[in-house]
């Protein structure tokens, strides 16, 4: 007979399934089980709560109830499947074999229950980071403990009698516990939050004391100098990160702290303080501003480490909001709740800290990576500037503005009247300064091209290659600016007209039509270069510093007879050359060349060139006689960060001796070449040689344009000339395009036919458009425009709501909202505001309050987008004094005056510069045409310009 059939025929010969040492482990597992079991009710009440709610609850005392957490289960894991063990050795003979059963499926559940937790919490030497397989074991652990219960419950109803009171005191208890808690969270959590989170609000506006809003204590600045702590889960970001120029943006970048050192000395001088300087700071220096630091005028920033920290990872993740679309760094940025013992100099202690970060990865996440940091409004913050009186001690007025340029632009799918449009909308930033870059990171959620797990890239590749050369970073990032740049624009030399004057006759597109040029003949050359891979204007940012130029070269008989924009013997552009910068002036008219932007008062011009959009760059061309050989032209758009100008104070801050010339790296953005025959079977000296034909992918940009293309990109250069430019010349190129088929010729001839007045031959060509399959929403636009000059105020509601619901498939599908376009919003509101005033009378005051309504409503839309947009605020003056409100017209018409601009200064100071400047002259011209000079002229030039 077998011990199992004996067992079975005399239950009582069997060994007792606990010992008394059994017995007193499980009631020690039971006891030490019952508080994990309150503590995970806790637990998972919170979490639940939180997404019910949409409120992040968790804060100090639930990171130490999960910490509680960790330990209770580490702590019971080993005495339980101990226990488990000897309990089955003892029992599995037992003839119960229904309590058996129900036993192993219990051990088996502890089993998911306690692997699960392993696998969650990331040991060193254990990391599971695949979030597909993070997601299963997190259910895992929630749902194993459930079947636990269940399978307790089954396994001693098959055996002695269950004491059901104790059972339902302890889940009495954790009730309890855990509505106490919860009741906590939810009504307590703000207060406990204010106890958490220190809030700045550091636009300079609104910072009337040092360290922030009234009330706000200094952050230490060792808790956002904790960049070495985050590199020790996120290496492969923070390598990148140690390259960008957020890294390298405050007293660590030689250029910048020129021009904030400069700055704070001249503040300090007028002001006798330098709290205006915190305009820079609170995007440049965060942890000297927000740790009190910055303030003090004899701040030595070589005696302070944060002064070489840039902006540090908490420097973005530590903000909270962002208070509104103005800019100037006007967001709130909180010192985050942290892990215990963050800042603890015991080793165990730290090692627990780091512990709990990778076991609790949520809480980490909610507080240092929220939704607003993939938004575009996100980098507005810093990248969109403003200077206020309080600066400038003159008016408010624009700075650079990476924001707006990209919000009003058919990349972002908000522009109503784009040139061109992408397939899809760019929502943001993000999908081309931070692309996926392959990554083992614990935070690789991306995916790159090829499905591997990613990384955004924290390198935040642009166009800044003058700070890591100067500070000797590695090539290899430069390298990848350059690459980043290669996308940027192209360069067309599309046409040449003769005689060497606008009126000339056109010879156009160049290649493969090539005319012949006669030698003493003078020539327009007419070169486009065209926006093509950038979200924001072509180059934003520090856009009077930063360089951008065509460099045009003729050779005849592999000389060269005639150029433009070469560089001079200390680095320096040729003057005379075309630059797509912006050119500013201080007050006495000299150009602002320090970044001292506390002094500057108007823009001699702004050759900045919008996404999607285009330039014409017109330069004379006289041919010498006796040229022999083809002439062959070749045009490059070069870029420089920093021009001569501007580097030379940052060298003589650093330097002293001879200034060396600038050093810093050229990049050339896009090109083209062409060589055109000379006419004539023979040249002075002697039988021309044949045109050499164009060397195979010389310009792919170009080379594989169609014409319509060419066309319409040269149309739209001349369009941006404005109302003083070449608008017939516009107006011929877009017929051209129609002509060859495309929807663009027409939809771009009714723009020129609108701005000149034309509205019947406008509307004309808009229907064309239409009927070819323009977009709808561009077509919509006109439209609205057009109606309004015809006095038919209702059509053109009708089509400026159309495209504030954004009322259109295709654009909806492509993921375009037009409501977000504030210029298209204050029309919509100007145009409310006159069809109100139409209906006069007792009788149809009703229908003029309705009309009244819908136009504030509209305006109030644009300003919530646009709070400094003069426009919308003198419109919305004028409609709240209609309804009587008297105090909110007088407040709009105050901001109107605000940010209005200063029109007679604007033209004294213009006109000091002109008079001074020939060069400068020449380029503000509305139709500037740019000298192609001989060498001898240029060195010559060179000469005068450096006595």
């Not at 194993?144 to 399978?151: E, G, R, S, T």
């Not at 204010?194 to 200094?218: D, K, S």
């Not at 758009?637 to 810093?664: C, E, I, M, Q």
């Not at 159309?802 to 204050?826: I, P």
């Amino acid at each position: 007979m077998s011990t199992l059939q004996r067992y079975h025929l005399s239950p009582s010969a069997a060994p007792g399934a606990l010992t008394p040492s059994l017995r007193r482990l499980l009631q020690v597992i039971l006891l030490v089980g019952g508080l994990l079991a309150v503590n995970s009710v806790y637990l998972a009440g919170v979490t639940l709560a939180e997404r019910l709610t949409g409120r992040v609850l968790q804060n100090a005392f639930y990171l130490d109830m999960f910490l509680a957490h960790l330990g209770l289960g580490l702590l019971l894991m080993l005495p339980v499947l101990v226990f488990g063990m000897l309990h089955f050795r003892r029992a599995w003979l037992r003839p119960n074999r229904y309590a058996i059963r129900a036993g192993l499926g219990l051990y088996l559940a502890l089993l998911a229950l306690f692997g699960s937790g392993i696998l969650l919490t990331r040991f060193g030497f254990f990391e599971i980071n695949d979030p597909h397989v993070r997601r299963v074991a997190y259910w895992v652990h929630v749902l194993a403990p459930l079947a636990a219960v269940w399978l307790f419950v089954l396994h001693r109803l098959a055996g002695p009698r269950l004491r059901w009171w104790q059972g339902a005191a302890w889940a009495g208890m954790a009730s309890l516990v855990c509505i106490l808690a919860l009741a906590l969270h939810l009504w307590g959590g703000q207060r406990d939050g204010e106890l958490l989170v220190r809030a700045f609000e550091p636009a300079l506006a609104l910072t009337p004391a040092p360290g922030g809003r009234p009330g706000a204590a200094a952050i230490p600045a060792e808790h956002l100098l904790q960049d070495h702590v985050c590199a020790e889960c996120h290496a492969d970001i923070a390598e990148r990160h140690a390259g960008s120029m957020h890294r390298l943006s405050s007293f660590n970048n030689p250029a910048y702290r020129f021009s904030i050192e400069d700055t704070r000395a001249e503040l300090l001088a007028r002001d006798g303080n330098v709290h205006a300087t915190r305009l820079c700071a609170v995007c440049h220096d965060q942890v000297p501003l927000f740790s009190g630091r910055f303030d003090d005028p004899d701040y030595d920033p070589d005696a302070d480490p944060a002064a070489m920290a840039g902006i540090t990872c908490l420097g973005c993740h530590a903000i909270s909001a962002v208070n509104s679309p103005r800019g100037n760094g006007d967001y709130t940025l909180t010192d985050p709740p942290r892990y215990p013992f963050a800042f603890s100099d015991n080793a165990f202690l730290k090692a627990v800290n780091r512990q709990l970060i990778k076991a609790k990865p949520a809480f980490h996440k909610q507080t240092l990576l929220r939704p607003l940091h993939q938004t575009p409004e996100f980098c507005a913050a810093c990248h969109k500037v403003h200077l206020p009186p309080a600066l400038n001690h003159y008016r408010w007025l624009r700075g650079q503005n990476h924001y707006d340029s990209f919000l009003l632009s058919g990349v972002s799918g908000h522009r109503v009247d784009s040139f061109y449009y992408p397939p899809q909308a760019e929502t943001g930033c993000n999908g081309c300064h931070m692309p996926a870059r392959a990554s083992a990171d614990p935070a690789a959620r991306a995916a790159t091209a090829d499905g591997r797990s990613a990384v955004h890239d924290h390198l935040f590749a642009a166009a800044n290659t003058a700070v890591a050369v100067l500070v000797g970073r590695p090539e290899a990032e430069n390298a990848e600016r350059v690459a980043f740049m290669g996308r940027a624009a192209r360069v067309d030399i599309f046409g040449l007209k003769e005689g060497g004057h606008i009126e000339g006759r056109l010879h156009a597109p160049l290649q493969p039509g090539l005319p012949s040029l006669a030698p003493g003949s003078r020539w327009l050359l007419e070169v486009v270069v065209r926006t093509t891979g950038m979200g924001h204007a072509l180059t934003q940012g520090t856009a009077d510093s930063n360089e951008l130029w065509l460099e045009l070269t003729v050779r005849a008989g592999g000389e060269v007879i005639a150029r433009s924009g070469a560089l001079g013997p200390e680095g320096e552009v040729d003057e005379w050359a075309w630059f797509g910068n912006a050119y500013l002036l201080a007050a006495e008219g000299n150009r602002i060349e320090r970044r001292n932007a506390q002094d500057i008062v108007a823009a001699l011009y702004d050759h900045q060139i919008p996404p999607g959009a285009a330039a014409v760059v017109h330069y004379a061309l006289d041919l010498p006689e006796g040229l022999t050989g083809p002439v062959e032209i070749e045009a490059a758009l070069r870029y420089r960060k920093f021009d001569s100008r501007f580097y030379r104070h940052v060298w003589a801050h650093r330097n002293t001796g001879p200034y060396p010339g600038n050093p810093l790296p050229v990049t050339t953005l896009a090109q083209d070449r062409v060589v055109l025959p000379l006419a004539g079977a023979t040249a002075a000296s002697g039988q021309q040689d044949p045109p050499q034909p164009q060397p195979p992918g010389q310009n792919p940009q170009v080379s594989d344009l169609p014409d319509w293309e060419r066309w319409n990109d040269y149309g739209i250069g001349l369009l941006r000339e404005g109302k003083r430019g070449q608008s017939r010349q516009a107006e011929a190129a877009f017929r051209e395009v129609e002509a060859l088929g495309r929807w663009d010729g027409a939809l771009n001839l009714a723009r020129v036919l609108h701005r000149e007045g034309r509205l019947d031959e406008a509307a004309a060509a808009l229907e064309r458009a239409a009927e070819q399959g323009a977009p709808p929403w561009v077509v919509a636009w006109y439209t609205g425009l057009i109606a309004r000059d015809l006095g038919d105020l209702d059509g053109a509601i009708a089509a400026l709501e159309a495209l504030a619901e954004t009322r259109f498939n295709q654009a909806r599908a492509r993921g375009f909202d037009f409501g977000r376009d504030y210029r298209m919003l204050t029309e919509l509101g100007r145009t409310l505001y006159e069809r109100a005033r139409q209906e006069r009378g007792d009788a149809r005051r009703a229908a003029r309050a309705a009309w009244l309504q819908r136009a504030r409503e509209r305006l109030e839309q644009a300003l919530r987008l646009d709070p400094e947009n003069a426009a919308a605020h003198h419109t919305l003056s004028l409609v709240l004094g209609e309804v009587a409100d008297t105090d909110g017209a007088d407040r709009h018409r105050g901001l109107h005056e605000y940010y209005r601009g200063d029109d007679n200064a604007v033209e004294r100071t213009v006109t000091l510069h002109r008079s001074r400047n020939p060069a400068a002259d020449n380029a503000a011209e509305a139709v500037a045409i740019y000298a192609l000079r001989p060498p001898a002229d240029f060195q010559a030039t060179q000469a005068v310009a450096e006595h």
